[in-house]
């Protein structure tokens, strides 16, 4: 098994921040500099060579003790600078001047006296350690280790699949007959190709074959091959001549020939035939793209069929418009139970009411994961009926997927995934081990608090947010974390992790002393690697509570806490001074514990109250200097914290109500995410200050239009130009007032320039534009999402927001309806569209418009009377029914929502009501 990267997680951050120290004006004082030269040089030589002792596939004991004591090290020596910079980082601040200025540092240097010389003595003993940690390198004579894995070579874990006996299976018989179906019974002739995807053990391999058994005698040549994750295209190449050439009775001596010619062999044989061939388990389009040069395009229905786990590799393979990629899908609870059962007891009705409970609680675990549930099922079949028995099995997956023989192919399949990844996606995804099974991972909050962690380096131009945001989707695109809520922009809200994948990187993490998980059956928390790192409580009792005790704390990185009912158990926040995450998120309990001590966090980064009980937020949270998130949506609070704006470092610091302005702000200059803001109770000079806040991304805010001076209107619109120059990426503007019978904000239309990197723009509640604002056009290039009241919806407006070319969301109230019949043209990337009023809409739906809508509603205010004139005539429906088949989405439509009543059709009140459809546009 290949070493685990955690380390990376721990070295990242400190190389960093010693470099950014030399940079400072701490590294300029006496004797420092020097110091930390030394120990960066060092480090950056360990961290080299830990590098290296990662790629071992099979490394010795030795080479992971040693890749302990770095990791502890690294952890430590982070430690002790960031007290450093804490007790002296001060000094390059408020340089103002003056003998005021000059006695409040000398008083300040006399304070922090003591404990700089007591971190001078922390130095001293780190370069101890670190000579020893070197010395003990040289006498393990690790140098000498071998850069690749020289330990057996071990068996391909995918052979079970290709000789897997048809009876044996189950739930392949659909996706078989639709895959054959869709293979050979076109009458395209094109070589076409299908990628099937999904996540290790799904049974990609075995369905593939599947379909190769059935459908291969129609092909006049065929063959099969794997690839691997260090695949030898050469040998790849030949066994595919091998294969060819075997079916016409020829023998090929490939011996000496080069990747090249092999190819050129490869295209020869094939060229005029009908070929079938199935490339198994591809990792990467590099090797793809190779690979597919041997395969000649012809008018013969030739297929290739491709399996891999990576998304990106699945939809390389099918970039022809009549190819397909083929997601796989976990079993249903149904057929999981029939493959469980019949490969325990013979036959899939034949479990003990006893073992019922625990058998399904051991299927929630496997989640639909064919090779899981074999592999549980294995592992069961030579174990007694017992409850027991089986009680003991499903408690210890995580441990038995290390140590048990009969998991070993199961945890070879899972971990190749993890192998694959590199080592800083690796530190990403065994961050998640943190958060307990079947729990949603909102987007945001992970990414945030890898940022928080240092796991996250801005790269080129793009931002740390950024990079974090392309790592989260790395993941679910290889397959290892699991999509949640995909929106119509193709983001995911959150993610899930497979609770097999989860029991892996959880093994991973405890092992590398990554994290450390209360309540998941632990009976101790003592590490053999050294301090706990990071601790997350999932549950604890007094028990539990009375071992953690007896633990130190001081060095715990990050605390998560995801269980409610449990915080009168956890220990006190004086005993983690190393915080640099505190995530209370949904907890229901946090009323009655002591937060006083807060501020004595100085190296928190992330802190979060979301979702609590909470009603006021801890008065000391503003000492938090280094604070860049504080997340406080859900929670009810009446007003920011007096001295917020002292947080000069805060990005995040989202809000569920709609506070006032503080004077001040504009010191927030690094903010990302403002919180709710309420411009009515807010002061003119604080909404001036808004304009300075250039790293804005988002901004939320609230208005009583109705009652607004005149003042305030140009002000706040003065501040969203300064803003429009900037990076606003969001804007969501909320009435205040449900009574404000003006609702016009007109006084926004002439927002000059707008912001170019828009890409949300929402208004709410009864307010008003009259007509589509002139700041929207075309230039808006990444403008996805928009939500609008408008007085009236006019021509000129419409076809504007046609016009825009990353339009993928639309809703549109309109206060009275259109004063003639519109036309809807353009909308090239449109998948949601919403029209509301009161007093309808008439439009039309012109050729080749919203050519990719997915979602369409409509809804009117109108009498019932009206409404059941309008649309309960058939030839009405017909009509509809007709544009949906007609479009190239082919939508459902839905009947049910349609008010039949007594047929209208021969009505002499309505006359022709299809041909009064028609013409009206409905």
């Known amino acids: 098994m290949a070493v685990v990267s955690a380390a990376h997680g721990a070295f990242g951050p400190l190389l960093g921040k010693l470099t950014a120290l030399l940079a400072d004006e701490c590294g300029r004082l006496k004797g420092v500099r020097r110091e930390v030269r030394s120990l960066r040089s060092e480090l950056a030589s360990m961290h080299a060579a830990l590098k290296e002792y990662t790629k071992l596939e099979h490394p010795n004991e030795q080479v992971k003790a040693w890749i302990s004591l770095v990791r502890e090290l690294a952890y430590d020596t982070e430690d002790v600078f960031d007290k450093f910079i804490h007790h002296l980082g001060d000094t390059r601040d408020h340089d103002d001047g003056g003998f005021k200025e000059f006695f409040r540092k000398t008083v300040r240097r006399l304070k922090t006296l003591g404990a700089r010389r007591g971190i001078a003595g922390e130095i001293h003993d780190l370069k101890n350690r670190i000579r020893q940690v070197k010395e003990l390198k040289d006498c393990y004579k690790l140098n000498d280790a071998p850069s690749t894995s020289t330990g057996p070579a071990a068996l391909d874990p995918r052979l079970h699949a290709l000789f897997a006996d048809e009876a044996h299976l189950v739930g392949v018989e659909d996706p078989r007959d639709d895959l054959v179906k869709w293979t050979v019974e076109d009458g395209n002739k094109h070589c076409k190709a299908l990628s099937i995807v999904g996540f290790g053990g799904l049974g990609k391999t075995t369905l593939a074959n599947q379909v190769y058994r059935e459908i291969q005698a129609k092909f006049d040549s065929h063959a099969f091959v794997s690839v691997s994750q260090k695949p030898d295209i050469r040998k790849i190449i030949k066994d595919l001549i091998s294969q060819v050439s075997f079916e016409d009775g020829s023998t090929k001596d490939t011996s000496g020939w080069d990747e090249r010619k092999c190819i050129a062999k490869l295209r020869d044989l ?89 058998s399904n609680e051991i299927l929630k675990k496997c ?86 962690e240092g796991f996250i ?47 892996i990187i959880i093994s991973k993490a405890v092992e590398e002393n990554f994290v450390t998980v209360v309540g998941r059956g632990q009976t101790s928390l003592k590490s053999q690697h050294g301090f706990i790192r990071r601790l997350s409580i999932q549950n604890i009792d007094q028990d539990m509570a009375s071992t953690l005790a007896n633990e130190d704390l001081s060095h715990v990185r990050s605390l998560t806490v995801t269980s409610s009912g449990c915080m009168k158990h956890v220990p006190s926040l004086n005993e983690f001074e190393a915080l640099r995450v505190l995530d209370f998120e949904g907890i229901q309990d946090l009323e009655g514990y002591d937060m006083s001590n807060i501020d004595k966090l100085f190296h928190l980064k992330y802190l979060s109250f979301r979702d609590t009980n909470m009603w006021k937020v801890p008065p000391r949270v503003v000492l938090l200097y280094d604070l860049e998130v504080l997340d406080l949506r859900g929670i009810y609070i009446q007003d920011l914290p007096a001295g917020i704006v002292c947080l000069s470092k805060i990005q995040y610091l989202p809000t569920q109500t709609f506070c006032e302005v503080p004077h001040g702000i504009s010191n927030m200059r690094n903010l990302r995410v403002a919180p709710n803001f309420d411009i009515t109770k807010s002061s003119l000079d604080a909404l001036e200050e808004l304009g ?150 008439y439009i039309t739906f012109m050729k080749g418009s919203m050519a990719k809508l997915e979602d369409l509603t409509l809804s009117y205010d109108v009498s019932l009377e009206r409404v059941s004139y309008a649309i309960r005539s058939k030839s009405a429906v017909a009509v509809i029914e007709n544009e949906a088949a007609a479009h190239p989405n082919h939508p459902e439509v839905d009947t049910g929502l349609l008010l039949w009543g007594p047929d209208k059709d021969q009505s002499d009140e309505t006359g022709n009501d299809e041909e009064k459809y028609k013409e009206e546009g409905n």
């Not at 048990?404 to 990403?428: A, E, R, V």
């Open 367 to 452: 989640g639909g994961l064919p090779l899981a549930i074999i592999s549980m099922s294995s592992l069961l079949a030579n174990r007694p009926a017992m409850k027991e028995e089986w009680e003991k099995v499903k408690r210890s997956i995580g441990s038995a997927l290390e140590n048990n023989q009969s998991l070993d192919g199961m945890n070879s399949i899972l971990s190749l995934s993890y192998n694959d990844l590199p080592p800083n996606l690796k530190t990403c995804l065994l961050y998640l081990s943190l958060f307990p099974e079947d729990y949603e991972i909102e987007r945001e909050r992970l990414v945030r608090r890898w940022i928080a």
């Open 692 to 841: 300075s806040l250039t790293r804005l991304n988002e901004l939320g805010f609230s208005l009583d239009s109705g009652h607004m001076k005149r003042s305030y209107q140009e002000m706040l619109l003065s501040s969203l130009c300064k803003l429009g120059s900037c990076k606003l990426q969001s804007v969501c503007i909320f009435h205040s007032s449900v009574w404000d019978h003006d609702g016009s904000i007109n006084f926004l239309d002439s927002w000059s320039p707008p912001p170019s990197s828009l890409q949300s723009f929402l208004l709410d509640g009864v307010i008003y534009f009259a007509s589509v604002p002139k700041w929207i056009s075309p230039a808006l290039t990444s403008l996805s999402s928009l939500q609008m009241n408008l007085v009236e919806l006019r021509e000129e407006g419409l076809h504007t927001l046609g016009e825009l070319p990353s339009l993928v969301v639309l809703y549109l109230s309109l206060r009275k309806g259109p004063r003639k019949k519109l036309a809807i043209i353009g909308f090239p990337s449109l998948k949601k569209f919403g029209l509301c009023g009161k007093e309808g809409a």
């Open 457 to 503: 380096l801005e790269q080129r131009e793009q931002s740390q947010q950024e990079v974090a945001e392309d790592y989260f989707y790395q993941l679910i695109n290889k397959s290892m974390v699991q999509p949640v809520d995909i929106g119509y922009d193709g983001k995911a809200r959150a993610c899930r992790v497979h609770d097999m994948v989860l029991e």
């Open 270 to 358: 094939l060229q005029d035939r009908r070929y079938l061939v199935i490339i198994d388990d591809l990792w990467s389009t590099q090797v793809w793209n190779t690979i597919k040069c041997a395969f000649p395009e012809n008018d013969c229905c030739s297929r290739i069929i491709t399996t891999t786990r990576i998304v990106d590799v699945a939809n390389s393979c099918c970039l022809g418009t009549d190819d397909r990629v083929y997601a796989m899908e976990p079993l249903s609870d149904v057929n999981s139970r029939r493959l469980f059962f019949k490969r325990i007891f013979g036959s899939d009705g034949c479990c003990p009411d006893m073992l019922k409970e625990v």
